[in-house]
Nanobody, 123 residues
């Protein structure tokens, strides 16, 4: 599976952005899809994940109620709608896919990674 994330940019605090991740490869619809982020000088951290067929989702506490993950298996796309953005959301955001994990909140559970897209939130 190859992943390409895009949609990042500069936004003011309180604003919104939607990130997209295009996936290619077979059996994509069976993969768990996730978003992670890495702020400058910090470790990569889990943001959110969605099971295949748009089943259950999981969110980091820091983004609950503000971010929404969704997927369109017909288009091989995953989306991250980010609302009420804060300066601390500034990071490079990565989409990832897991062929085996049922939950996917840790980096080690993902087989495939996109190149990342930068989100900068100004105060």
């Amino acid at each position: 599976v190859q992943l390409q994330a895009f949609g990042g940019g500069l936004v003011q605090a309180g604003g919104s952005l939607r990130l997209s991740c295009a996936a290619s490869g077979r059996t994509y619809s069976r993969y768990l899809m996730g978003w992670f982020r890495q702020a400058p000088g910090k470790e990569r951290e889990f943001v959110t994940a969605i099971k295949w067929s748009g089943g259950s989702t999981a969110y980091a506490d820091s983004v609950k109620g503000r971010f929404t993950i969704s997927r369109d298996d017909a288009k091989n796309m995953v989306y991250l709608q980010m609302n009420s953005l804060k300066p601390e959301d500034t990071a490079v955001y990565y989409c990832a896919a897991s062929s085996w994990s049922p939950a996917g909140t840790s980096i080690s559970e993902y087989d495939y990674w996109g190149q990342g897209t930068l989100v900068t939130v100004s105060s």
